[in-house]
């Protein structure tokens, strides 16, 4: 199972483009990134997903180098509503493989 | 409105009551799975379902059962529940990757389980 590793914590300021990092040298061939995010006491919400190069969404950008043992999750200009656990999460979920949550990077935006 | 429901939401149990956690979804989805969350820990894949009568253990089944009777419906049991096993559960459901597109997980909203 690729394992992965992420910032226990990070702070920004409103307005500020953040820059989450994960790695995850053991990944397999078929397994894709996935992000999510977290509020307190609640259900986690996929956020990105992709599986190289670079992914961009209405809400973040995923930058995945050419060896695949690592990826960067950024999210431009922060609110105060983007204070949450975001969990970079490695697998093929689309198989039967058990998939595995890191143990997340807690991001607080200040005002 | 595509959703994954918990039932209960909160409960608070004394060791050795055995006790069921309901977990619904109604977007046909052909995967589910049960985690746990504790503090410091992230979330912890307890079993997952790839279809009907289909599960596999995740990284922490000991002291869990689950069933896959219906594809709607995956049940988490607890049939001796103990002091370690308080946390807050998340039930999710997905489909299986078709090509290229995205592919996520929908949680539901948790159950807070205590057990004294």
């Known amino acids: 199972l690729a394992k992965t590793t992420q910032p226990i914590s990070m702070d920004s300021y409103e307005g500020q483009e953040v820059n989450i990092t994960c790695s995850h040298n053991n990944i397999a061939t078929n397994d894709y990134i996935t992000w999510y995010q977290q509020f307190p006491s609640q259900g986690p919400r996929f956020i990105i997903q992709g599986y190289k190069t670079k992914v961009t969404n209405e809400v973040a950008s995923l930058f995945i180098p050419a060896d695949r043992k690592s990826s960067t999750l950024s999210l431009p200009r922060v609110s105060l509503s983007d204070?949450?656990?975001?969990?970079?999460?490695?697998g093929d979920e689309g198989s039967a493989r058990q998939l595995t949550f890191g143990s997340g990077t807690q991001l607080t935006v200040l005002p | 409105e595509a959703q994954v429901t918990q039932n209960p939401r909160?409960?608070?149990t004394v060791t050795g009551k055995k006790l069921t956690v309901t977990c619904s979804q109604n977007m046909n989805h052909e995967y589910m799975s049960w985690y746990r969350q504790d503090p410091g820990l992230g979330l912890r894949q307890i079993y997952y379902s790839m279809n009907v009568?289909?599960?596999?253990?995740?990284?922490v089944p000991e002291g869990y059962k689950v069933s896959r009777?219906?594809?709607?419906?995956?049940?988490?049991?607890?049939?001796?529940?103990?002091?370690?096993?308080?946390?807050?559960?998340?039930?999710?459901?997905?489909?299986?990757?078709?090509?290229?597109?995205?592919?996520?997980?929908?949680?539901?909203?948790?159950?807070?389980?205590?057990?004294?």
């Open chain 2, 10 to 12: 909160y409960l608070i």
């Open chain 2, 53 to 59: 009568e289909v599960t596999d253990k995740g990284d």
């Open chain 2, 69 to 116: 009777k219906e594809k709607r419906n995956f049940p988490l049991i607890l049939e001796s529940p103990s002091p370690n096993q308080t946390s807050l559960y998340f039930c999710a459901s997905s489909s299986p990757r078709q090509g290229p597109n995205t592919y996520e997980q929908y949680f539901g909203p948790g159950t807070r389980l205590t057990v004294t």
């Open chain 1, 83 to 90: 204070t949450a656990v975001y969990y970079c999460l490695v």
